[in-house]
DNA sequence: AAAAAACGTTGACATAGGTCAACGTTTTCT
DNA sequence: AGAAAACGTTGACCTATGTCAACGTTTTTT
């Protein structure tokens, strides 16, 4: 399990790992199984670990006051999953994450990241790079959800993460994309006759 | 001019910047006056500088086939414009930005960023505190986007950046909450009213 | 001082997308 | 195997927000 950490973070960084420093990740990120449905954190929970995703999906969302889920993030392998802030900043988090599947994590808790992985220079650059790039996406994101009709919004999604699609049934796309699962449904079908 | 540059780093890294650091921040920022209207980038350019806003305000903002102008942000004293991606990655930028007002601005070219910046570890860190911060940011203002009425969405920015209100007219904030100025017009009508 | 531009408001109307409810199909659970 | 849940689709209707146009006020330009 630990290789496809490696590897990712291989392909992330501008020098390969040593061997003493795969021999540390190996010892401080942990395996973890979640069950479809099982919750990585809840809403009010401060995120103590940092999650890589080995295998399967997972959601991250919040519930509003009629019980409307409003996805917000979808992780499939190779993503990391949790709350950054709530975890660097030890904020309660206002987001739920579950397993949509069956899930393979590995986990690293905050003490450990702290106190073993800050001072490595792998870790600021790794660290750097998926910010900085998390922060170009979300600003993406933020520009098509203020200015693009739901059709658009849809094909922007069919370009940039296809295999969602292959991962997550409609409603949950739906939810993703900031619409309802019955605007999606009526989408599609409008954009299949053309 | 550089005392304002001086203040906001030492603000949000760890350790005060030593003499030798606030001699080598002098030589490198060039100060730079922009006209009322006048563009620091705009599309299709590459953005070559990272700018520190001193004095005055600027948008940032799209142009769709109508001509209309999408707002996605704002920038007042001690805030940094630019297209980061842009500087990053050397990608041509989809965005203008002007100044809203005459401004005064610290610019810093990419060469010297990456020469004589890059290697100092209070760069790093501030990099680091930066982009950490907007991902935060947009994150929260996405969510926002997906969630809210137009109404929240107005009090939202009260609560978060009141100081808008006194630096941009009405049709500049409602463009940035993504809504037209007509709607933001009505909406602050109906709860004056309250 | 006059002219022009920018700004905010209001009304009438249009429309994209939401809401609610029903139904058939597929998948999951026991 | 049978029951229950999850999923996707469709119709009827609703509503928040957009569009367009007009107008008065304020600010900027000349």
């Given at each position: 399990m630990i290789d496809t950490l490696i590897e990712h973070i291989n392909s992330k960084?501008?020098?390969?790992?040593?061997?003493?420093?795969?021999?540390?990740?190996?010892?401080?990120?942990?395996?973890?199984?979640?069950?479809?449905?099982?919750?990585?954190?809840?809403?009010?929970?401060?995120?103590?670990?940092?999650?890589?995703?080995?295998?399967?999906?997972?959601?991250?969302?919040?519930?509003?006051q009629t019980g409307k889920e409003n996805i917000l993030e979808l992780y499939i392998e190779n993503w990391w999953a949790g709350d950054k802030e709530s975890f660097m900043i030890g904020t309660p988090t206002p987001y739920y994450i579950d397993a949509y599947d069956d899930t393979e994590i590995l986990i690293i808790t905050k003490e450990d990241f702290t106190n073993k992985l800050t001072k490595l220079p792998f870790i600021t650059e790794l660290n750097n790079v998926l910010t900085e790039r998390q922060s170009f996406q979300l600003m993406k994101r933020l520009h098509s959800s203020q200015t693009l009709t739901a059709e658009q919004k849809l094909e922007q999604l069919q370009d940039t993460y296809p295999e969602f699609f292959q991962r997550f049934p409609q409603h949950i796309i739906a939810s993703y994309l900031g619409?309802?699962?019955?605007?999606?449904?009526?989408?599609?079908?409008?954009?299949?006759r053309k």
């Open positions: 960084i501008s020098k390969p790992l040593t061997e003493n420093e795969i021999q540390l990740l190996s010892e401080i990120f942990q395996p973890k199984k979640l069950r479809k449905h099982q919750y990585l954190i809840q809403s009010g929970d401060v995120c103590k670990h940092a999650a890589f995703v080995v295998k399967g999906a997972l959601k991250k969302y919040t519930i509003d619409m309802t699962k019955e605007t999606l449904s009526r989408i599609r079908k409008a954009s299949t």
